[in-house]
């Protein structure tokens, strides 16, 4: 019999037990999303060489207004040339500016004048630069030599991808992400594509899920397939995923108290098991164990998670446990879900006795003076069985186990368990002009 | 010259002009980040037949308290079995209901008795059902047969995976994602695997971070290099992606006023040129296109955007404007940034003359009894050749054309650009335990 522990201390006892993996040298383009696993410096100053904000005429900003022989072009790409005092030069966006010159005039301050007999290109300067340094980028005035462009466990975006290609990081060091395997267990489940259900059967939807939430965090993920509920069957899929050196293994059912729940008495057979019964609803059977050396690259053990069968109990498990792990091994400072706080929507009835993670949906509202807060909409009836209570959820609200019912317009926290870039837009949110 | 068009216009005439791509066929575990060209229907109740949510004992409710045989075991994956008035079954959760059974009595509300002399298992049920249907999933009460459970245009996200293996969607109709084609241009670029820069020379940067932000959108993304200062090599490079059949190309930087700025003329010749200049800052040479019938799969037109060459206005016009026909492509029914309300942290100057769409790290802050906001940090300095100010940017303060400076602690309009899941924790979020 285990212990019943609270999240808190399920998910401290997780992120206690795991450890980044280790870094790996990977090219630009393949960095995205994951942690650098170094600080990445500038080796040059940017600009390289003070350049032209515009497209315009270099100038020496104390000649002030006027018609100049433009005395060559000077274009990006190029190396900078001489100009004296008295002319000007063409020069294009980015070029460098030529020596002398102290200043770019924009093309819509000037005009072109006629071609001087000789064939000279001559230009009117109508409104004259400001003084020097007026239009130009100084060297180093973006990025100095030096200086640290990315900061060591910063994670990659697309433009942090832009600034490794600026200071030519072509390469880099980044952390590893877990290695994650799937598998479910239980003699009722059939593969997806079973047309037909015989009696009993279900259709596996986990490991799909499961996969497909791992992958989103980066993993690469392995498909051990569903195992039946025999002990044997079941050490053999262990074996298997130990064999393939992955980090971390993913079940799902088994877990709970009934005859046929094998996955606790092997894990405790071939690890350590942290806690196999979690106060939280849904996913009260979770469990999590080490097996230590048993496998993974560079001798770490294999980290398991036996999540519940329970289709909504196993994905609502996974984010509040196994993504914040999947997280910390791939070197994240702050590994846990984002906690943010919403309106609720509608009344909602509470478990006396488990906290819930109850779902909902969560869209930006705007009425009046105020700030605009977020209201959490739920998904409907929130049995562990009914996986529509995730679809379209974006967060989890951490509902008390308190006997009663919450009302609507309570303020709730709630953990974010997708990307609110694609929130439901429930109304046109106003544009917000600041006045002062 | 190009009449300065407004970015609500230039966002309406790039969604105007584009049409979602036609649907394709996925399978499952690919599915994932589509939108749904189809319903997605039931075909059986989930689950198939009453299931037990414990594991325990099936009984007749009527039956009540008191010392039961225990007449078989109902396994899950297993037909159901028939049980007489008077006796129990051992049942696992998820298995079929026995048929003459109406409940199930949790195993923590039993002990196991002796075995009768005839080795006959024995139960005492201590703590009865409460009647009819007591831990029993009704028939159907999950989903029911012929249940839309997935809308056409919905985005599949991990749970809809779940959702579709559960209904047996092993394959799904699901939009196509737009082929995406990048280039650089301008005689100053380097790739940044370049050790060392020659005179006047920068890295590119823009490429990567387009590609990289394309991809970050599921999109296909092929490299054309860069492209010299040279209608020639420009229009070849043109060639290439209508050769590769690709729908949206990518070019940064040639788009401005100078000599050297081929793309617009080039557009012109090519197709037609909707927008060559947006009132907006950074990115004002943000140019639109489309190449009629030039090229792309099923007969459509190339779509073009000319992005600045300069890093940051490349990659906030890629938010704003082609990140929104991206997701319209890709199906979305609203593609456009997703619009919250933050507080600035710090005093803004604003500039004058054209709204500006300034970098800023969203992070949520609660203090006292408020329902909490985000507070928008600055990402510093604005030049839009500092890529720093993108660094950790999650979203774009949009802040109007007005001369002066706006306070800190003043509420402004932001667009999403990252995944807030991801966003800094400066503070401990407190959790809220809602009272009433």
Redesign the interface.
Known sequence: MYRMVSIAEAQKTVLNAIEPLPSISLG??DA?GHILGEDVIAR?P????P?S?K?GYAVVSADGPGDYDVAFEA??????GQLKAGSVA?I?????LPDGADAVVQ??NTEKLPAGPDGQQRVRIVKPAKGPGDDV?ALG???AAGEV??AKD??V??????????????TVQVRRKARVAVLST????V?????T?G???????????????A??AGCDVTDLGIAR?DPAEVEAKFGEAIAQGVDVLLTSGGV??????FIKPILERQGTVHFGKVCMKPGKPLTFATLDGAAGSSGRGLVVFGLP???VSS?VTFNLVVLPALRAMAG?A?PR???????TQSAIKLDPERPEYHRASLS?H?TGES????AAASTGGQ?S????S????NALL???AVQ?V??AG????AL????????P?PED??????S?
């Open positions: 630009l383009s995205v040059e940017l600009p390289p060489f350049a904000i497209d274009l990006a790409g190029t190396a900078a063409y294009t966006t980015g070029a460098p093309v819509e980028r005035s973006d990025i462009v990315l910063s994670l975006g697309a433009a942090e991808i832009g600034l490794l290609a600026t200071v030519g990081a072509a239980g003699d009722e489940l593969e997806p594509d079973q047309e259900l009696p009993g059967q279900i259709r596996d939807a986990n490991r799909f899920m499961l996969a497909a939430a992958r989103s509920d709970s108290v009934g005859d046929r729940d069968g329970n289709p994905i994240w702050e879900l984002r906690r943010v706080h919403a309106r930006w705007r700030a605009g807060e977020l049995i069985s009914r996986l529509l995730m679809r379209s959820a951490e509902l008390p009663g919450l009302p309570s303020l709730v926290s974010l368990i997708d990307d609110l870039s694609a929130m837009v949110i106003p544009l917000v002009v600041p002062w």
